[in-house]
Nanobody
Framework: QVQLVESGGGLVQPGGSLRLSCQASGSIFRINVMNWYRQAPGKQRELVAAITRSGNTHYVDSVAPRFTVSRDNAKNTVYLQMNNLKPEDTARYYC???????????????WGQGTQVTVSS
């Protein structure tokens, strides 16, 4: 059973940086893929970054030069370091994973509550 809680969002000026954290209530060592999504008003939710248990990463092209995803399995935490932020990065950011439900054994999406990132001068 996994519960995810994001933190680290806030208001930042263009060119600034933020570090988002997603802490799981239980161990994530058994979870292969952890994801970061974002959703801006009037836009579809999009995958921003993903990381596997072994450290393999994926980024959407628009953030690849500026964002870095990492994880610390010992701390049950996933991070998203965001540098050189742009106004178009403004969105609510969510951490996410899809794993088998412990009771039903069906693939189940687990989402955090999200943390708001606003990039504005």
């Amino acid at each position: 059973q996994v519960q995810l809680v994001e933190s680290g969002g806030g208001l930042v000026q263009p060119g600034g940086s933020l570090r988002l954290s997603c802490q799981a209530s239980g161990s994530i060592f058994r979870i292969n893929v952890m994801n970061w999504y974002r959703q801006a008003p009037g836009k579809q939710r999009e995958l921003v970054a993903a990381i596997t248990r072994s450290g393999n990463t994926h980024y959407v092209d628009s953030v690849a030069p500026r964002f870095t995803v990492s994880r610390d399995n010992a701390k049950n935490t996933v991070y998203l370091q965001m540098n050189n932020l742009k106004p178009e990065d403004t969105a609510r950011y969510y951490c996410h994973t899809n794993i088998l439900h412990p009771d039903t054994f069906l693939p189940t999406d687990y989402w955090g509550q999200g943390t708001q990132v606003t990039v504005s001068s």
